[in-house]
């Protein structure tokens, strides 16, 4: 689609796989005239004064280009220096001291750098290990996990700047919440138990706990949903604070019904 029917010519798409080969000097790096490449061949090899990583490239590029990955980066030489933002499926980078939490609850509670769920993929069953239906699904499941972990982070980092939130700060925090954990369901909705898959429901009930800790009034159910749905994973079956979680259930189960009474 971009390279034949020219959509999106504004971007650059470039394979980092063949960026360590000798020949994409020659024959592909023509084609981005406006791209940075400080040397010949991408390798954290030092054999060779031509070589050049992760962190060289970006240095040559960031402050010109905004960038954007799938599947990470091929070697860790960035990480000191650069993270990976979740924006939309894929992961953009940004040097660490441009991050943000703030920011990125605003962004997030305004449908920024949300994946897009929809009901075509919404649709899509959830078939064998390796099929192509699966990865969709599996694709679209990590990039919303990705997200809600994130903004998790960022309130984890918010909370002790602001002490005592305002009502301001504390809307915008659970307009975000409300956005992710609802893309979350939706991604998360029929996930056959398999070895891996569980942790999504925990974390979910670890988004809802957050909710409820900004407002009493919210999370407490979506937090018992998630928590219980967990537990009867294979991972929740073998996680080490399975125990702890079926106290904080029980004792979140026992509330419930004496406020109900």
Not at 46 to 57: A, L, M, S
Not at 111 to 140: C, D, M, Q
Not at 223 to 252: A, C, P, V
């Amino acid at each position: 689609l971009h390279g034949v029917e020219k959509i999106r010519p504004d971007l650059k798409i470039m394979d980092q796989n063949l960026m360590v080969a000798e020949w994409f000097h020659t024959k592909s790096r023509p084609h981005f005239p406006s791209v940075k490449f400080p040397g010949l061949r991408m390798s954290v090899s030092r054999r060779r004064p031509t070589n050049f990583n992760c962190k060289q490239f970006l240095d040559a590029n960031i402050n010109t280009s905004r960038v954007f990955v799938q599947f990470g980066l091929k070697d860790n030489t960035y990480e000191k220096h650069y993270q990976l933002l979740p924006h939309g499926y894929s992961l953009e980078v940004i040097p660490k001291e441009q991050w943000n939490a703030n920011e990125w609850m605003q962004a997030v509670a305004n449908g920024h750098r949300v994946p897009e769920i929809t009901s075509v993929i919404k649709n899509i069953p959830w078939h064998g290990k390796g099929s192509w239906e699966g990865k969709i699904r599996l694709e679209t499941l990590a990039a919303v996990h990705r997200l809600l972990l994130r903004t998790m982070q960022a309130w984890v980092e918010l909370k002790p700047a602001n002490g005592e939130n305002s009502t301001q700060s504390s809307q915008l925090v659970m307009s975000a919440f409300r956005e992710v954990i609802q893309r979350t369901e939706q991604a998360a909705e029929g996930l056959p138990d398999q070895p891996g898959h569980g942790f999504i429901f925990k974390n979910l009930g670890i988004a809802y706990q957050l909710v409820h800790e900004i407002d009493p009034g919210e999370g407490k159910a979506g937090m018992l949903k998630s928590w219980n749905q967990y537990l009867r994973t294979e991972d929740g079956k073998s996680d080490i604070e399975r125990t702890l979680m079926e106290q904080q259930i029980h004792i979140l189960s026992d509330t419930s019904d004496k406020v109900e009474r």
